[in-house]
Nanobody, 115 residues
């Protein structure tokens, strides 16, 4: 089993910055991908960003150039640096870890972008 715990959410002003963290524990194998999804009120959950264990990244077009995903494999921790957020980025952000046969989800952390 794998446990994922997000932190770092909160209220941020438009144009500010915020960093989310996700601590992974349990039976974590080296061959995996970690990522972030988000769900805004009244909308479906959507992909934000993903990073492989080799460091390759991919982003949703809506966050490309503003958000940066990274991971510290030694600490089993995933990060999402959010720069220049806007109100449309307001959502619950979920951390994921994908192995060969399943995807694990964290409980989510709320991010609210408002002045």
């Amino acid at each position: 089993q794998v446990q994922l715990v997000e932190s770092g959410g909160g209220l941020v002003q438009p144009g500010g910055s915020l960093r989310l963290s996700c601590a992974a524990s349990g039976s974590i194998f080296s061959d995996n991908r970690m990522g972030w999804y988000r769900q805004a009120p009244g909308k479906e959950r959507e992909f934000v960003a993903v990073i492989t264990n080799g460091g390759s990244t991919n982003y949703a077009d809506s966050v490309k150039g503003r958000f940066t995903i990274s991971r510290d494999s030694a600490k089993n921790t995933l990060y999402l640096q959010m720069n220049s957020p806007n109100p449309e980025d307001t959502a619950v952000y979920y951390c994921t870890l994908t192995t060969i046969d399943r995807i694990y989800w964290g409980q989510g952390t709320q991010v609210t972008v408002s002045s």
